[in-house]
């Protein structure tokens, strides 16, 4: 039985473990943390909290031991074969109806462990789309807390007993046997983007179609689940789905997620959750000193960048390009291998000659700041003809420098100004009309004006004519 000593103890460790590791567990089940948290403390041969505390203090080499302990990343190929067959044959083929065949679809396993689970995902989508459709269309973040778990999951490489739930076709077709490993193909791991995530602060990803996130929601507490399934919901787009584990059940009050299969733990996106509802996310980041300004910024930035409504790009000073958000990926038909290629071997590249921009970047860098031009630069209506039509663009090019002032590559925003121009050619067009019809109008009014004198000389003409035969006819009666 625990005591009050103990409670507080254990939440002095949490604290610690919160401002110095930056690991908050204070959304976990108390319960099942603290019979992890004496397990540990059993091998170690330590009594209490306090005393674990501080050996943590004087052995911080002992915080990546205590993650594994508590995080559990156990997983596995196909785990609960069913839900992922039922996944295969009626969700993705619905993902991919939703879509335009050129669309991207993005894909987010949240909790991801040591990659079994992005691998299972990665085989189904291309099983579905092929090869070509897959490398060319889907994005796949694959996140987790825990680095060692990611740094296993990056390599892709498993044991004979890991791989035990893959069918032997799957084996042959998707792995390479390197001695007593079994390595996914490096090739399709291009659409997969690793990165450390915490569920429970970090900024969700956005515009996710298929969302996995399946046996790390049993460990936190109601709460948390509730913030987590918040940032979920803004996550995906409209026509989204959300795969969880099979023994987990889902804390929906407010109807976030309506069930597709319940036996299997399939969702649709709810389409109830109110602003205020994901402003429950809020009172997490309260907490100032928890919120690193820089990280901060990053997000806006990143958002910013992602959700721009026009198409934008990163590149480096060699003009290699290093970031593109979505609508730059439609508009120049880019593919997740284009990044770090050269922009002048892109689509993109016929738009813009990045090797003479970044050219003259350099130059202006290297004058004086007071008299040097650091401002963006502007290319306008670039003409760019493709298969289909002939688009016009406004490109702005702003330097991109460290906190040193060196120059490190630029930022290019695309503005479709075609329908503008379209607009101008009208315009000029009906004015040039107006010009003719004016024109016209004018010796309309002159060949009028003269058929008026015409007409006056010929009335007086008339006249004379009227007055002689009056003349001739008072003559002819006097005779
Ligand atoms: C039991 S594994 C599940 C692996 C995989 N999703 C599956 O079902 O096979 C749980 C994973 O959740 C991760 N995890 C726990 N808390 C997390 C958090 N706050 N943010 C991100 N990942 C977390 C752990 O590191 C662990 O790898």
Redesign the pocket.
């Known amino acids: 039985m625990s005591t009050s000593d103990d409670n507080s103890d254990f939440e002095a460790l949490l604290d610690y473990l919160k401002q110095n590791c930056g690991c908050n567990l204070t959304g976990y089940k108390h319960a099942s943390l603290m019979r992890r948290l004496q397990h540990r403390m059993q091998q170690l041969n330590i009594e209490n909290y306090r005393n674990y505390l501080q050996y943590l203090h004087y052995h911080p080499e002992e915080y990546a031991s205590l993650l594994d302990t508590i995080?559990?990343?156990?997983?596995?190929f196909f785990?609960d074969r069913d839900s992922w067959d039922y996944l295969a044959n009626q969700i993705i083929p619905q993902i991919i109806t939703n879509k335009q065949p050129h669309e991207r679809i993005r894909v987010w396993?949240?909790?991801?462990?040591c990659g079994?689970?992005v691998y299972t995902l990665a085989m189904l989508l291309v099983e579905s789309l092929g090869i070509e459709q897959y490398l060319q269309r889907v994005q796949i973040f694959a996140?987790?807390?825990?680095e060692d778990?990611l740094k296993q999951a990056r390599q892709g490489s498993y044991s004979e007993q890991e791989i035990a739930g893959i069918s032997s076709e799957f084996l042959s077709k998707y792995f390479e046997q390197i001695e007593q490993r079994y390595v996914f193909h490096s090739k399709l791991r291009c659409p997969i983007i690793f990165g450390r995530?915490?569920?429970?602060k970090d900024a969700p990803m956005s515009k996710i179609d298929l969302l996995v996130?399946?046996?790390?929601l049993i460990?936190v507490q109601p709460k948390t689940q509730v913030s987590i399934l918040v940032r979920f919901h803004f996550a995906l787009t409209k026509n989204s789905f959300f795969f969880l584990?099979n023994s987990e059940s889902l804390i929906n009050s407010k109807q976030i997620f309506t069930p597709i299969n319940l036996k299997h733990r399939i969702f649709a996106k709810g389409q109830n959750l109110t602003l205020q509802d994901h402003l429950l996310i809020r009172p997490q980041t309260r907490n100032k000193k928890a919120v690193d300004p820089l990280t901060m910024q990053t997000r806006i930035w990143q958002a910013a960048f992602e959700n721009s409504p026009f198409a934008q790009i990163a590149v480096d000073r060699t003009g290699r390009l290093l970031v593109a958000n979505e609508q730059a990926y439609a508009l120049f038909y880019l593919k997740n291998g284009d990044i770090g290629a050269q922009v002048q071997d892109l689509e993109v590249g016929r738009v813009v000659n990045s090797w003479a921009f970044m050219r003259q970047l350099d130059r202006d860098w290297a004058k004086p700041t007071a008299g040097g031009n650091r401002q963006p630069m502007s290319r306008k209506n670039i003409e760019w003809a493709t298969d289909i039509s002939t688009i016009y663009l406004d490109i702005y090019i702003t330097p991109i420098s460290d906190q040193s002032g060196k120059l490190l590559g630029a930022n290019l925003t695309f503005i479709d100004v075609t329908s503008y121009r379209e607009l101008e050619d009208e315009l000029k067009h009906t004015n040039s009309k107006l010009t003719r019809v004016t024109q016209e109008l004018q010796s309309t009014k002159n060949v009028l004006a003269t058929t008026h004198t015409e007409l006056e000389c010929a009335q007086k003409e008339l006249d004379t004519v009227h007055q002689e035969i009056q003349l001739i006819r008072q003559d002819l009666h006097h005779i």
């Open positions: 995080l559990i990343n156990y997983s596995g785990r396993s949240a909790g991801c462990a079994q689970e996140t987790d807390l825990d778990a995530h915490d569920l429970t996130c399946r046996n790390v460990y584990g």
